[in-house]
C-alpha cells in the first residue's frame, strides 16, 4: 500500500517511531537497528510494509530495503509474526541473518527474544528451501568460474545469503563471476561480494 514514509521524526519509542508526513502522524513498528538511525527532528524515510486486519492498521517501516526485504522474509514463515520478526531484526543485522541462513547457525537467531531454538530451526530451514528454489539460476554451470567458486554448495550458500538481502539472480550470478572464491569460506565470500560487486 505505501512504499515509503518521508518525513519527520516526531517521536521514538521502543520498536516504535512516529513520522511526521505534512502534518500526519504516522506510527510506524521498526526495529531496534532501525531506530538507532533515527533522531527526533530529523527528515527520515522509511521503506514500509503493511500489515491490514479487521482490526487493525499496522504500518512497519525500515531505514534500509534490505531490511525490509529481510522482515518479508521472515513474516512469511508458518508461526513467525511481525514481534517474532522484529525481534530478529533487532538483534541480527541484514547481513548477520544472510550469513546465519548460509552457515545454518541457529544461535543467531535464538538470541532475539521471544524466539526459541525450535523456531530458529523452522526459519533458516523455510529460508534455505524457499531461496534455493527461487535461486535454480545461479548454478555452477551458469557462471563462467565454476571450479573457482568451489562446487554447488558454497555457490548455493552464498547465493541464498545473498537473496536474503534482495538481491535477484541476475545480480547475484553476475557478482560471483566477477571474485574468485576459491581461499575463502562462506561466510568471507559473502562479505566479499557485499564490499565489492555489489556495491
Do not use: H
Amino acid at each position: 500500500m505505501f512504499y515509503y514514509l518521508k518525513g519527520i521524526v516526531a517521536a521514538i519509542e521502543q520498536n516504535l517511531a512516529v513520522v511526521d508526513v505534512n502534518g500526519i502522524g504516522f506510527s510506524c513498528n521498526t526495529s531496534m537497528r532501525s531506530l538507532s538511525a533515527l533522531e527526533i527532528g530529523k527528515e527520515i524515510q522509511l521503506f514500509t510494509w503493511c500489515n491490514i486486519r479487521e482490526d487493525a492498521f499496522d504500518i512497519y517501516g525500515f531505514v534500509s530495503k534490505k531490511e525490509l526485504e529481510c522482515f518479508k522474509l521472515l513474516v512469511a514463515i508458518s508461526g513467525v509474526g511481525p514481534k517474532a520478526a522484529l525481534s530478529i531484526l533487532s538483534a541480527a543485522s541484514p547481513e548477520e541473518l544472510a550469513l546465519a541462513v548460509a552457515n545454518g547457525n541457529e544461535k543467531a537467531l535464538t538470541i532475539a527474544p521471544g524466539v526459541g531454538k525450535k523456531l530458529a530451526q523452522r526459519i533458516l530451514l523455510e529460508l534455505k528451501d524457499k531461496l534455493a528454489g527461487e535461486l535454480n539460476a545461479v548454478t555452477p554451470g551458469s557462471i563462467t568460474m565454476p571450479a573457482a567458486i568451489g562446487g554447488d554448495g558454497k555457490v548455493r550458500d552464498v547465493s541464498a545469503a545473498l537473496a536474503v538481502l534482495g538481491y535477484t539472480p541476475a545480480e547475484i550470478n553476475a557478482a560471483l563471476s566477477k571474485l574468485d572464491l576459491e581461499p575463502l569460506s562462506v561466510e568471507d565470500a559473502i562479505k566479499a561480494v557485499l564490499k565489492t560487486a555489489l556495491r
